[in-house]
Structure formats: structure tokens, C-alpha cells
């Protein structure tokens, strides 16, 4: 699942499963939730990225091959960049489908609701990387005290739990016995708190969650 977090960007991974689709919407929902989107740019968002994954999940490699996610934005530019990375090669191409074919028009829809798009050999040279960018012109540079969904919390920053600020030491992610994603934050003061991914968390930055 999560593998990084940050003010301005968030990563994780999917395993190939019909599942990962609305588990990559949910988190991508909680995310743009805690970055103020509006809700227009949100659920065009939430289509962009549920075709990408679902084209990543149909390409042709062994199941224990994950499908990586990347979330980012850009206050400056007023942009939201939407990524998918999968291991199969091959040129992703928009194609006009048939009257009668029900599926092909993924990257029909990506290109009519994104800014732009297009896609990328992996650093690694195996497999490639398709992104989407829509323009987000709400998106705003974050407060210092904010609620973030759990899967965006990074180590150094301070969680209130409890009505106390507990500082965050480490961060890791779990699947529950259903399947579903969740988080695992390590607290510098009494126990780690195990919570859903999606899961919505007040975090501030500096000491004793008192600003820096």
C-alpha cells in the first residue's frame, strides 16, 4: 500500500486485483478531500485514475506484479498530476472502439478530461508509467494544522490522538483480514495507532505540535 507521503504528493501500490480500482478511487477521494479540491475536479479525477489503474491491471504479468500509484499537486500551477505505473511494455494509444464493443474507451475518456496526458519508460526499464494532469486551480498551499487522510501522515509530524498531539515516529502500511488497505502510525509516546487508510486525522508540523 502507502510507500510515501508528503505535503504535496502521495504514493502507493495496488495489487492486481478487480478490488484495486475502488480502493485507488477511495484513497484518491480522501487525498483530494484534505488538499480542498472542488468537487467538479474530484470526481473527473476519480475517473481519470479508475481508468489508468484498470488499464494497468489488464496488461499482460504475473499476478505478484503490483500496479504503483502517484498522487501530486502543484499550488503554483494550479495542476493535479495523476500517474500509474505497471510492468507490461507497449504504447498506450487512444482507439475509437466499435458500436458493439463495451470496453476501449478508457483512454477516450482520460484525453477528454485531462489537461494532458501521456506516458513514460519506467527509470528502471521495465515497464512504463501513464499519467494524467487536470488542471485543479483551487488547490492551495496547505496550513500548518490540517486533516489529512492517515495515508498522507509522515514521520516528524504530530497527530492529535485523543486530544493530545502525539509526535509520529514511523509510518507503515497493512492490509486489514478483508482486504482493505490500512495504516499503522508508530508514536513517540504509547501505542501505535492502527487505523483505515482513508481515515481522516488532524497533523500539524513542529515541536510538541506547536509551530516551528
Not at 84 to 92: L, N
Not at 142 to 161: I, L, S, Y
Request: charge should be negative.
Amino acid at each position: 500500500m502507502a510507500e510515501h507521503s508528503g505535503s504535496n504528493e502521495v504514493t502507493f501500490r495496488l495489487s492486481r486485483s478487480r478490488r484495486s480500482v475502488p480502493r485507488a478511487r477511495a484513497l484518491l477521494h480522501a487525498v483530494l478531500g484534505s488538499w480542498g479540491t472542488a468537487q467538479e475536479v474530484l470526481e473527473d479525477a476519480e475517473l481519470v485514475l479508475s481508468e489508468l489503474v484498470t488499464n494497468a491491471l489488464r496488461v499482460g504479468v504475473p499476478s505478484d506484479r503490483q500496479v504503483g500509484v502517484r498522487i501530486t499537486r502543484s499550488a503554483e500551477e494550479g495542476l493535479l498530476r495523476l500517474e500509474v505505473s505497471d510492468a507490461g511494455g507497449g504504447r498506450p494509444e487512444v482507439k475509437e472502439p466499435g458500436d458493439d464493443e463495451a470496453c476501449g474507451r478508457g483512454l477516450l475518456l482520460v484525453e477528454a478530461l485531462a489537461h494532458r496526458w501521456g506516458f513514460e519508460e519506467r527509470a528502471a526499464g521495465i515497464g512504463k508509467t501513464v499519467y494524467a494532469e487536470l488542471k485543479a486551480p483551487d488547490i492551495v498551499a496547505e496550513p500548518k494544522t490540517r486533516e489529512v487522510a492517515a495515508v498522507m501522515v509522515r514521520p516528524g509530524q504530530w497527530v492529535r490522538v485523543s486530544g493530545e498531539w502525539r509526535a509520529v515516529v514511523s509510518v507503515r502500511s497493512e492490509q486489514y483480514a478483508a482486504g482493505g488497505p490500512a495504516m499503522v502510525l508508530g508514536l513517540g509516546d504509547g501505542p501505535a495507532l492502527r487505523v483505515h487508510a482513508a481515515e481522516p486525522l488532524v497533523v500539524r508540523e513542529g515541536e510538541n505540535g506547536e509551530d516551528r
